[in-house]
């Protein structure tokens, strides 16, 4: 994933297709792992979570890959787990990606 970045993470967005059971969803991803840790148990509240989310739920819940947090894969008018609005840069993305 860090190479589609560029080489380095970020949180620019990017249009995605996501494909579940044969149907595709237009998406938006960013490039920033973020609000967890590998090193602790996920889902369970824990301080010092990536880039700079401090105390909170850890959202990393695959563990042993080296990658401290998740990425955020949206969906049209889905909502941030940080604000619980929606976000226009995402958004934009989701349009993109549905080809609008």
């Not at 349009?95 to 609008?100: E, W």
């Amino acid at each position: 994933m860090k190479e589609v970045w560029g080489g380095n993470w970020n949180w620019a967005r990017r249009a995605v297709i996501v494909e579940t059971d044969g149907r595709k969803i237009a998406a938006s991803i960013s490039g920033m792992p973020h609000a967890g840790l590998d090193s602790k148990p996920a889902n369970v509240t824990v301080s010092g979570r990536s880039e700079g989310y401090g105390k909170g739920v850890n959202l990393d819940t695959i563990k042993g890959n080296g990658q401290d947090g998740h990425f955020d894969v949206h969906f049209l008018n889905s909502r941030t787990h940080g604000t619980n609005r929606v976000n226009a840069a995402h958004q934009q993305m989701v349009k993109v990606a549905a080809g609008k």
